[in-house]
Each structure stands twice: as C-alpha cells, then as structure tokens.
C-alpha cells in the first residue's frame, strides 16, 4: 500500500511539475496541449517544430529548482513530525 502511494506521489508530482515548467518556459506555443518525451518537450499536432534557445534550457532549469524545492519542503515536514 505504501508503494502505490508513493507511486501516486510521484506521478502527481510529474504532472505538476510538467505544467508549471511547461507554463513557465514554452512561450511560442498556443494552448496547452502538450505531450512529455524523456528528452524533452514537443507539442501535440505541431511536428518539426523546434524550440528557441531558452526554451530548449529553461525546462531543465525549472525542473531542477522544483524538485529541489519539494525535496526541501519534505524534508521540513519530516523534521516537524
């Protein structure tokens, strides 16, 4: 049991962070359709398009100061109980 929450966990942490990032860094897209690859972001119903130079980095960066930040916040919380 306590496995599957875990995986519940982290697929909704996936999720979250796929839309915040996506929000963040993709700016030449419309709408929010959007598909995740392991190597990267591509839009859904737009193949061959390519992204700019901020937009190729941005989404590693953002990824990076997210967990971060939830591996901070857990770790706070662990400490309070």
């Known amino acids: ?12 942490m ?3 962070l796929t839309s ?3 929000d963040k860094c993709i700016t030449g897209t419309q709408g929010r359709t959007y598909v995740k690859f392991c190597s990267g972001f591509a ?7 390519k992204f700019s130079s901020s937009e190729t980095t941005c989404p590693n960066n953002c990824a990076h100061r997210f967990l ?3 591996m901070m916040i ?3 919380f662990l ?3």
Do not use: H, L, Y
Request: hydrophobic residues 30%.
């Open 1 to 12: 049991m306590q496995q599957e929450n875990q995986k519940m966990m982290v697929s909704q």
């Open 14 to 16: 996936d999720r979250k």
């Open 20 to 22: 915040v990032c996506w």
């Open 43 to 49: 839009t859904a119903g737009t193949p061959g398009s």
């Open 68 to 70: 971060g930040m939830s």
């Open 74 to 76: 857990a770790k706070r």
């Open 79 to 81: 400490q309070m109980q």
